[in-house]
Nanobody, 121 residues
Framework: QVQLVESGGGLVQAGGSLRLSCAAS????????MRWYRQAPGKQRELVAS???????NYAASVRGRFTISADNAKNTVSVQMNNLRAEDTAVYYC???????????????WGQGTQVTVSS
């Protein structure tokens, strides 16, 4: 099917930067939307940023101006550059992709396993 492999998570000090990447593999005909979610301890999962097939982006107010989402459509990857990180950015970050596996097929939601981002001090 479709698998999402994430990389780039880790520990960083406040004010630092981190780049997360997500690669989609398997049988993929087209992707309509790619998103990053995050979930902090004791909080609901929230949408951080999204980018559609036309390159249109959206950001949560809490990250706008600090995070930048981008996609490489040829490689079926999505990344988020996270700058000026704060302690409140600490969370598990999840990659989410809406994709269809064949021409004329329906679009379905696929999720990565999540990657931990921890911002200290």
């Amino acid at each position: 099917q479709v698998q999402l492999v994430e990389s780039g998570g880790g520990l960083v000090q406040a004010g630092g930067s981190l780049r997360l990447s997500c690669a989609a593999s398997g049988t993929i005909f087209a992707i309509s939307l790619m998103r990053w979610y995050r979930q902090a301890p004791g909080k609901q999962r929230e949408l951080v940023a999204s980018i559609n097939s036309s390159g249109s982006t959206n950001y949560a107010a809490s990250v706008r101006g600090r995070f930048t989402i981008s996609a490489d459509n040829a490689k079926n990857t999505v990344s988020v550059q996270m700058n000026n990180l704060r302690a409140e950015d600490t969370a598990v970050y999840y990659c989410n992709v809406d994709a269809t596996r064949y021409s004329g097929g329906g679009y379905y939601d696929y999720w990565g396993q999540g990657t931990q981002v921890t911002v200290s001090s």
